[in-house]
Nanobody, 121 residues
Framework: QVQLVESGGGLVQAGDSLRLSCAAS????????VAWFRQAPGKERECVAA????YYAEAVKGRFTISRDYAKNTVDLQMNSLKPEDTAVYYC??????????????????WGQGTQVTVSS
């Protein structure tokens, strides 16, 4: 069992940066595939970045970077040049390594509670 806790969200202005962190407890999740998803009001949950295959959604390529800190047992999402359309609740998710699509939320068994990111124009 893996418990995930996100931190680092907040209210920023367009062009600013934020760093989200996903901490795992219960067991180390170095063997798990980890990704960051987001969900804006009225929209479906979408994958923005995944460690597996260094996946990035087109909308965030060149602005967001996902990375793993083995010493801290965290997976971080560095978000630069934020835009108002990045406003959403951001979730960390983990799954056992499989060949399934890294961007499909149905393939993830473990989820954090989410952290709100709001970007004002």
């Amino acid at each position: 069992q893996v418990q995930l806790v996100e931190s680092g969200g907040g209210l920023v202005q367009a062009g600013d940066s934020l760093r989200l962190s996903c901490a795992a407890s219960g067991r180390t999740f170095t063997r798990y595939g980890v990704a960051w998803f987001r969900q804006a009001p009225g929209k479906e949950r979408e994958c923005v970045a995944a460690l597996t295959n260094a996946y990035y959604a087109e909308a965030v390529k060149g602005r967001f970077t996902i990375s793993r800190d083995y010493a801290k047992n965290t997976v971080d999402l560095q978000m630069n040049s934020l835009k108002p359309e990045d406003t959403a609740v951001y979730y960390c998710a983990a799954r056992a390594p499989t060949g399934a699509s890294v961007s499909d939320p149905k393939n993830y068994a473990y989820w954090g509670q989410g952290t709100q990111v709001t970007v004002s124009s």
